[in-house]
């Protein structure tokens, strides 16, 4: 895997992909874009879902929606690494069961989720979920 990042101007950057994608970080206070710190709580929220959303469907629920809250606390002096991040998933759809819901979440975080597995060896991750019934939406 390969990826360039270019500075922009002041505190903006323009990461490139190796498959041609661009992102653009910022790490300003009056910032226009994404923090690097950012990016990465994003990426970990993204990776998970990514498995949460495969495996419900794998198994068959009728899901409609997969959101994950993030929350995250960081060191309070340099290097502010993040020392806990919690991923909340609302998961939303017809009958789906929390047994399923439960199982994909636990399957991310032991087993899938590269992201949120490489972050684990230094950062307290925990999660949490809830299913809301969209029958008669």
């Not at 990826?3 to 992909?17: I, M, N, P, Q, Y």
């Not at 929350?71 to 290097?79: F, I, W």
Request: charged letters at 20%; glycine letters at 6%.
């Amino acid at each position: 895997m390969h990826a360039s990042v270019k500075w922009v101007e002041g505190d903006t950057f323009l990461g490139r992909s190796a498959s041609g994608h661009n992102v653009v970080f910022d790490a300003g206070k009056d910032s226009a874009a994404p923090s690097p710190m950012e990016m990465v709580l994003m990426s970990v929220g993204c990776c998970s879902s990514v498995d949460v959303v495969s495996i419900l469907q794998k198994a068959r629920q009728k899901v409609a929606g997969v959101e994950v809250k993030l929350s995250a606390e960081r060191a309070e002096s340099a290097p502010r690494v993040f020392t806990k991040i919690n991923l909340h998933f609302v998961v939303t759809g017809e009958a789906v069961s929390d047994n399923h819901v439960h199982r994909a979440v636990q399957l991310s975080a032991e087993k899938y989720c590269s992201v949120a597995l490489m972050l684990d060896k230094t950062v307290e991750i925990t999660h949490s979920f809830e299913v809301v019934e969209t029958v008669g939406k």
